[in-house]
Antibody, heavy 122, light 108 residues
């Protein structure tokens, strides 16, 4: 079974750093892009970016470029999303999902991880 | 950025009836359009990709149509487990994939 399992909920203070993870299993982790999606409580889904674990090629949404860092460790079949200085506005649920090739530059997301809730509060 | 607009924001339908959800793109996304279902406390689940191809394990009552800028998700006979929030997403403009704001499908 293809599965993405994310790390547990986090509570942080503004200005702190954080790295959350997404571990893939049941497929060749290196061969698929991994995407990250943000969902602010009670709101919709926002695309953040994607990484190709085989060579760490990373693409960011312009809205999140410079705000977060996406990385991967192919030896651990794990992708990461990190912040160097959290803000209260980063409070959200974060999902990872596998990107499935549909065409040049086109990838739909399936499956999704269970989500990691990040709460930033003083 | 391609803006995805879903309508209506909320749709009230009785079990057994048909539900029709719409998604419009601000510019053509060809057939690079997916639909996802999200239930409370859960992550999204892929229903449709390529505008009309059902994902593995998705019941035949779910169907997608459209291309270019206008898309539709139809649920032919609503079951109790179908009441959820539905999102469309374009994956045509790499890497700025965008989602619609969602349609909440509720029991009438």
């Amino acid at each position: 079974e293809v599965q993405l399992v994310q790390s547990g909920a986090e509570v942080k203070k503004p200005g702190e750093s954080l790295k959350i993870s997404c571990k893939g299993s049941g497929y060749s982790f290196n061969a698929y892009w991994i995407g990250w999606v943000r969902q602010v409580p009670g709101k919709g889904l926002e695309w953040m970016g994607m990484i190709y674990p085989a060579d760490s090629d990373t693409r960011y949404s312009p809205s999140f470029q410079g705000q977060v860092t996406i990385s991967a460790d192919k030896s651990l079949s794990t992708a990461y999303l990190q912040w160097s200085g959290l803000k209260a506005s980063d409070t959200a649920m974060y999902y990872c999902a596998r990107g499935n090739f549909y065409g040049s530059g086109s990838y739909f997301l399936d499956p999704w991880g269970q989500g990691t809730l990040v709460t930033v509060s003083s | 950025e391609i803006v995805m607009t879903q309508s209506p924001a909320t749709l009230s339908v009785s079990p057994g009836e048909r539900a029709t959800l719409s998604c419009r793109a601000s510019q053509s996304v060809s057939s690079n359009l997916a639909w996802y279902q999200q239930k409370p406390g859960q992550g999204p689940r892929l229903l449709i990709y390529g505008a009309f191809t059902r994902a593995t394990g998705i019941p035949a009552r779910f169907s997608g149509s459209g291309s270019g800028t206008e898309f539709t998700l139809t649920i032919s006979s609503l079951q109790s487990e179908d009441f959820a929030v539905y999102y469309c997403q374009q994956y045509n403009k790499w890497p700025s994939y965008t989602f619609g704001q969602g349609t909440k499908l509720e029991i009438k």
